[in-house]
């Protein structure tokens, strides 16, 4: 994380238009709040990074991230 302003404020904007597809995907399926949906699923996926960063396992990580936001944006009714 840069410890400047300036460098927090480019991060930020980087980082959000990274995220634009996802919002715009998500507002063409209908999303109610795509841009609260992509906040989630954002957090879902640091979430995920800071279990497999502790050693968790890769695949079961990846198994159940999946899962959580398929059923998120409900392109799957599994409830695992």
Do not use: C, K, Y
């Not at 400047?4 to 991060?11: C, V």
């Amino acid at each position: 994380m840069p410890a400047d302003e300036a460098g927090r404020e480019r991060m930020a904007r980087a980082h959000h238009a990274l995220a634009a597809p996802l919002r715009e995907a998500l507002a063409e399926r209908g999303d109610p709040d795509p841009v609260l949906t992509a906040d989630l699923i954002d957090g879902a996926l640091g979430r995920a990074i800071d279990r497999l960063d502790g050693g968790a396992d890769f695949r079961r990580v990846q198994s159940i991230t999946l899962a959580f936001v398929q059923r998120a944006i409900g392109l799957s009714n599994n409830q695992e």
